[in-house]
């Protein structure tokens, strides 16, 4: 009897051991493999500190000073260049053509695009086709888009000779001559440019919405208006918030078209914040005013985009 009692307590005391090093095991394996997530984070958070936190920084800190580039000698001169901008007529009407251009595209853009992309919501070779003729502005660079634009809309382009020769002699005139058809070019392109990713966009969100529902719209009486209204409309809400935020952060960064279409100008008609600051920047060297003009477009674009994200989320949730 003793000797079974002692047998049975040391097999009890071994699987007690047993249990508590398979338990120390987990933990030990998890304090080694954290060390090793961690270290794939070390490359992506370097890059992202020395290419975005360390030059916000920086230019948070130029645009409380007189910095230029030529002289390394600064002062502090508080927020002197704030006060300057909003006293500058030409930079408020270059805020005001930036919120123009961003505001007209988000709106043109949502409407053509939610149309065109519920006409290309067809099965067959055509529609496969023309998705892939609507995709190819996304795959060009705003250089060449304004290249391509510069050669329709000059004084002897394309539109001009087309008018002309269909005796429209009236309606050919200078569209990136004049400061209102200037900005009217640039927002059409950009607009042409936004376009395409906006329709694919709308066409994955079409491609979510469930056929039941669709099945049961139409048992229930819906005709089209009344099935896009109550069925596809609501399921397209992650669509509009994801469309809409694109388009507000590439309006206000709007940067490549007005200078290789325009040149900013006539003037400075077509000017945007973003050409405005690479101006004042690096050809007037005034990198403190420079720097105040980069943090008021951050302000702005940060602030528009978190209200219309907060309003559309708000519509996702209560569809």
């Keep these: 009897m003793n000797n079974s009692s ?7 005391a071994r699987s007690v051991v047993a249990a508590s090093r398979i338990g120390e095991q987990p933990r030990r394996r998890r304090r080694a493999v954290f060390p090793k997530r961690l270290g794939f984070a070390v490359p992506g958070s370097v890059l992202y500190a ?4 360390t030059p916000l920084v920086l230019s948070v800190y130029f645009s409380f000073t007189n910095r230029n580039l030529l002289y390394p000698d600064e002062k502090f001169v508080g927020i002197d260049n704030y006060t300057r901008l909003f006293g500058d007529s030409q930079f408020l009407e270059t805020f005001g053509f930036t919120l ?13 695009g939610l149309a065109i992309a519920v006409l290309l919501d067809r099965v067959g070779r055509l529609f496969f086709a023309l998705r892939m003729v609507f995709f190819i502005p996304v795959a060009l660079s705003g250089v060449i888009i304004a290249f391509l634009w510069s050669t329709i809309l000059t ?16 309606f050919a005139i200078s569209w990136l001559g004049a400061p209102l058809s200037a900005q009217a070019s640039v927002i059409i392109v950009s607009a042409w440019q936004s376009l395409s990713l906006c329709i694919v966009v709308y066409l994955a969100g079409l491609q979510t919405v469930p056929a039941n529902l669709v099945d049961a719209a139409k048992i ?7 099935l ?7 399921m397209l809400a992650p669509s509009l918030t994801i469309n809409s935020t694109l388009l507000l952060i ?5 940067y490549d078209i007005p200078v290789v279409l325009t040149g900013t100008g006539p003037g400075h008609a077509t000017s ?9 920047g690096f050809s007037l060297t005034r990198a403190g005013l420079a720097s105040a003009m980069a943090i008021v477009m951050l302000v702005v674009v940060a602030t528009v985009t978190l209200l219309v994200v907060a309003l559309l989320q708000r519509r996702e949730v209560s569809s």
Aim: aromatic share 8%.
């Design 228 to 234: 896009f209204r109550h069925v596809t409309w609501p």
């Design 155 to 170: 004084d002897d382009g394309l539109l001009n000779s087309f008018l002309r020769a269909n005796g429209l002699e009236n």
């Design 6 to 12: 002692t047998f049975r307590k040391n097999q009890n």
């Design 100 to 112: 123009t251009l961003t505001f007209v595209t988000l709106v043109v853009v949502n409407v053509l």
């Design 220 to 226: 229930d009486g819906c005709g089209r208006v009344g």
């Design 50 to 53: 020395s290419l975005v936190l």
């Design 272 to 280: 945007t914040i973003a050409t405005e600051v690479i101006r004042v």
């Design 250 to 254: 590439s309006g206000f960064k709007s």
